[in-house]
């Protein structure tokens, strides 16, 4: 089984700042790779598929990037609502494992 | 815009069997516009994916817990549905419907449930 490692836990930010977020793996997922947003008590949201490819209607302030075992998570300007916690899913082998989440909070 | 609703029994006794409905509105399974998944979520955990089904039963099960799940699909009464054979304490979760448009992965979806918490204990 894959293993999907993110770092950091938890990211202190500022409205207005930048959010760099990693997912890694413990072997090749080619860009078979997808991040999902869940804010608490709601259903996670597809943000992006295949590493770099943007769900529909997903702010173009949201990009991935990343292929093989290292893949980013961008928020180039956080907003309010995009505190929260952030998955990351590897669909390249077959159980389909997330990573255990990095949290966005409010610094 | 396709909505998902879950329904079910939110408490199941152990070595029993788990049993989910999803019901799809603003979209027909028939269709075979979607892929149809189940996924969970552990209790202040992460994620865990289940497996999805297509229009034609064909599914697509996550090789941890295969030799205890089944999927079914209703196209008369637009609903999917999971079985999940002999539970214990570690399948108590929240049980996700979900689904993704066919021209996305199949294992990433984009319209979700509400999500259902389904506990096990005696």
Redesign the interface.
């Known amino acids: ?1 894959i293993v999907l490692t993110q770092s950091p836990g938890t990211l202190s930010l500022s409205p207005g700042e930048r959010a760099t977020l990693s997912c890694r793996a413990s072997q090749s997922v080619n860009r ?1 790779l ?1 991040w ?1 947003q869940q804010k608490p008590g ?5 943000l992006i ?2 590493a770099s490819s943007r ?2 209607g997903i702010p173009d302030r949201f990009s991935g990037t990343g292929s093989g075992t290292d893949f980013t998570l961008t928020i180039s300007r956080l907003e309010p609502e995009d505190f929260a916690v952030y ?1 990351c ?1 590897q ?1 390249g082998n ?8 990095t949290k966005v909070e409010i610094k | 815009q396709v909505q998902l609703q879950e329904s079910g029994p939110g408490l199941v006794k152990p070595l029993q069997t788990l049993s989910l409905t999803c019901t799809v509105s603003g979209g027909s399974i028939s269709s075979g516009g979607y892929y149809w998944s189940w996924i969970r979520q552990h209790p202040g955990k992460g994620l865990e994916w289940i497996g999805y089904i297509y229009h034609t039963g064909t599914t697509y099960y996550n090789p941890t817990l295969k030799s205890r799940v089944t999927m079914s699909v209703d196209t008369s009464t637009n609903q999917f549905s999971l079985n999940l054979s002999s539970v214990t304490a570690a399948d108590t979760a929240v049980y996700y419907c979900a689904c993704s448009i066919v021209t996305l992965p199949a294992a990433t979806p984009n319209f979700w449930g509400q999500g259902t918490l389904v506990t096990v204990s005696s």
Do not use: D, K
Not at chain 1, 94 to 101: E, I, L, M, P, R
């Open positions: 089984e078979y997808a999902y709601r259903a996670p949201r597809l598929y295949g769900a529909t998955y899913q669909y077959s159980a389909h494992t997330f990573g255990q989440g």
